[in-house]
């Protein structure tokens, strides 16, 4: 089953975006853009914050989360599918963007590292959910 949903998502990198993300009745990519506000404006994030993004995927959430921890917070990327992890890197290669390739189970971050953790759309396909939510629960402050 990992394997399956890891090739999953290794396949489909490349056409992530325009297969969730597009509305492909404008051609933009803001098909979730009213749930993107909804999430942000209760979402509490400030200049200089570390957050990671857990199943970042290719990054739709890069945008919003560097807008508001700004150059001087730093973005974790972390994914378990290469691909995923690569067409990340060229959509969002910044100086404040660190990226991870690792499930969540076994985020290779220091302990109390990150002032929040983001699992958009990923929570699903983690492995062993119990001890995902205790990695990630060991890497905030």
Do not use: Q
């Amino acid at each position: 089953m990992y394997r399956a949903r890891k090739k999953f998502f290794n396949d489909h990198a490349g056409r992530w975006h325009d297969m969730w993300y597009k509305d492909h009745s404008t051609g933009r990519y803001d098909k979730h853009g009213k749930d993107f506000d909804r999430l942000f404006s209760i979402l509490t994030l400030r200049p200089g914050d570390h957050v990671l993004d857990v199943g970042c995927g290719t990054g739709v959430l890069v945008p919003f989360i560097l807008e508001r921890i700004t150059a001087a917070g730093i973005l974790y990327e972390l994914d378990f599918a290469e691909k995923m992890i690569e067409t990340n890197r060229i959509l969002h290669e910044r100086d404040n963007v660190r990226f991870i390739l690792s499930d969540a189970e076994n985020a290779p971050l220091d302990d109390a590292s990150c002032d929040v953790v983001v699992c958009f759309s990923c929570f699903p396909h983690f492995h062993n959910k119990e001890k995902a939510v205790t990695a990630l629960s060991r890497v905030l402050k």
